[in-house]
């Protein structure tokens, strides 16, 4: 290394001791001493430890709308709910319980409807296999229904200390089953899809009338809903082949009703005619009599006006028409009657096969 070089650090590193780090950065940190919190100490200690005891227990719940809370104190359930908010409890000596008073709603179906089971927790739906039951002839019949309803918040403690956190099982289930069974019995399969409103009420009735029978009333019940009658394959096919029967009797009661209908407007129309056949010739019968009681009439009253003088002038008359005809026919023959009551007779010699009669 050049001398130059040498001296530089060489002076570099004499000034940097002569200086003891005056500006050279001092990185040492020493722990300061605790001496403590002064005389507020031991509250802050109680404060610190309250704190941990909270954290660590969780002496307090806190409840939302739509729920109930049910304080168990050594195992003994207190009568009185817990409404939505927040409460504060014992830990080791009391439980609280959140229990769900929302509208919750059972199903009871079956096939693709089912599907997967609902968490009756999370969603409040439960979902069960259709009703099995026997209708009044012992044939297998399933029935899908839904069923509304809800805890009864103020009885909410009783009811769960009664029945338990399975009191659904307990007390709608068997009802439902029970109702559904009696009702449907007493119906034939082919009855139960033509009275289905009949059943539907008598079903939601029944069910009503049982729940809130029971002591205490645990159950508020909302609505019953009759949702599908299903029957065996063999009843369909029956029930099938007699509507089809029952359709056809009223296509052929139509037919006959329409056919009766057509002989009938024609009957009506044949009198019709009849009546106006009837009166036409009635008429020409009135007229001919008419016109005959009129001739009469004037013949009456022409004889009447006849007397000796008009007749021989009508036999003058007649006469004058013989000789008139006598110009032609020089060979005929008249004989004339007197009088004028018989007529003249005109006879034709030339051929005696022919002869006429002229007569006024």
Do not use: C
Request: no cysteine; proline share 4%.
């Amino acid at each position: 290394m050049p001398a130059d070089l040498n001296d530089y650090f060489n002076k570099r590193k004499k000034n940097d001791n002569n200086q003891g780090g005056g500006n050279k950065p001092n990185f040492d940190f020493k722990m300061p001493d605790f001496k403590g919190f002064g005389k507020f100490s031991p509250f802050i200690y109680v404060g610190l430890a309250i704190i941990f005891i909270l954290v660590l227990a969780r002496p307090f719940v806190a409840i939302s709308s739509g729920h109930v809370g049910i304080r168990s104190t050594l195992g003994k359930y207190d009568l009185k709910p817990l409404d939505p908010g927040f409460h504060f409890f014992m830990p080791g000596l009391q439980k609280v319980f959140v229990v769900d008073t929302r509208v919750r709603i059972i199903n009871y179906t079956s096939g693709e409807d089912r599907g997967e089971v609902a968490n009756a927790a999370n969603s409040g739906i439960i979902r069960k296999n259709s009703i099995s039951v026997l209708d009044a002839r012992n044939l297998p019949v399933s029935i899908d229904i839904t069923v509304q309803y809800k805890l009864n918040q103020s009885t909410a403690p009783t009811t769960i200390a009664t029945y338990g956190f399975a009191w659904e099982n307990k007390i709608i289930d068997p009802v439902v089953r029970d109702v559904v069974r009696s009702v449907t019995g007493q119906y034939t399969a082919e009855e139960l899809p033509l009275k289905r409103n009949e059943i539907a009420s008598s079903i939601a009735n029944q069910i009503r009338e049982d729940i809130e029978s029971i002591k205490g009333r645990p159950v508020d019940l909302l609505a019953v809903q009759l949702r599908e009658i299903i029957l065996p394959d063999k009843i369909k096919d029956q029930i099938e082949r007699v509507q089809i029967a029952k359709q056809e009797a009223e296509r052929t009661k139509y037919e006959v009703e329409r056919a009766n209908q057509e002989a009938l407007k024609k009957a009506a129309l044949a009198e019709g005619t009849a009546k106006a056949i009837i009166i036409e010739a009635q008429g020409r019968a009135d007229a001919v009599k008419v016109e005959a009681d009129a001739e009469a009439y004037a013949n009456k009253e022409i004889a009447k006006s006849l007397d000796s003088n008009i007749l021989s002038l009508k036999q003058i008359q007649t006469q004058a028409k013989f000789n008139e005809a006598l110009k032609e026919n020089k060979d005929a023959k008249i004989f004339l009657t007197p009088g004028g009551a018989v007529p003249n007779i005109w006879v034709d010699t030339k051929d005696k096969a022919k002869q006429s009669a002229i007569s006024e």
